[in-house]
T-cell receptor
Framework: DTGVSQDPRHKITKRGQNVTFRCDPISEHNRLYWYRQTLGQGPEFLTYFQNEAQLEKSRLLSDRFSAERPKGSFSTLEIQRTEQGDSAMYLC????????????FGPGTRLTVT | GQNIDQPTEMTATEGAIVQINCTYQTSGFNGLFWYQQHAGEAPTFLSYNVLDGLEEKGRFSSFLSRSKGYSYLLLKELQMKDSASYLCAVGDNYGQNFVFGPGTRLSVLP
């Protein structure tokens, strides 16, 4: 296992379209996180899974955003009716278990909404 | 509320020592993390503090004072490759939610 992978690495879409991103965590990690990062800012927490259960979701997260982790392995993040303000790097991270475990980040998916 | 503050930018000379400060106010605390992020790349883990005091790991050390809501990352014997953003993050709400600071962009000059 070479780490957390994300697909696609880049996505350009027109405003109003739906997009879906995939994250494959490190295989033995049961925690999976999604973050959004814009230029010059730190990652902003979006949501987190413990196995297949979505346990936390940012209050800042619009209803247009939804995430799943159906079998407790890979996860998908969908953005419906994209807006220009959704343009950002979307990072996925995984960790083994509890909060003291370091998170391993994937390379990210850069979304550009035109 | 949740708030993490770091200096926006710092500059230091190769071979020198630099200290990057982080102050935080969060509704819960389950440890403080430092990550390094090179431009265009994902963050990579540097250190974790949950108890007060200094944690040393090679050229990097991290300090935590929970009563003051304060941490710093100390980088010794700076190298050009240390030019990156350094992110302070707090595990909030029993570790289920991570709050990242804005990052400190460090430039190491020859």
């Amino acid at each position: 296992d070479t780490g957390v992978s994300q697909d696609p690495r880049h996505k350009i879409t027109k405003r109003g379209q739906n997009v879906t991103f995939r994250c494959d965590p490190i295989s033995e990690h049961n925690r999976l996180y999604w973050y959004r990062q814009t230029l010059g800012q730190g990652p902003e927490f979006l949501t987190y899974f413990q196995n297949e259960a979505q346990l936390e979701k940012s209050r800042l997260l619009s209803d247009r955003f939804s995430a799943e982790r159906p079998k407790g392995s890979f996860s998908t993040l969908e953005i419906q009716r994209t807006e220009q303000g959704d343009s950002a790097m979307y990072l996925c991270a995984s960790s083994l278990a509890a909060g003291e475990d370091e998170q391993y980040f994937g390379p990210g998916t850069r979304l550009t909404v035109t | 509320g949740q708030n993490i503050d770091q200096p926006t930018e710092m500059t230091a000379t190769e071979g020198a020592i630099v200290q990057i400060n982080c102050t935080y106010q969060t509704s819960g605390f389950n440890g403080l993390f430092w990550y390094q992020q090179h431009a265009g790349e994902a963050p990579t883990f540097l250190s974790y503090n949950v108890l007060d005091g200094l944690e040393e790991k090679g050229r990097f050390s991290s300090f935590l004072s929970r009563s003051k809501g304060y941490s710093y990352l100390l980088l010794k014997e700076l190298q050009m490759k240390d030019s990156a953003s350094y992110l302070c993050a707090v595990g909030d709400n029993y570790g289920q939610n991570f709050v990242f600071g804005p990052g400190t962009r460090l430039s190491v000059l020859p």
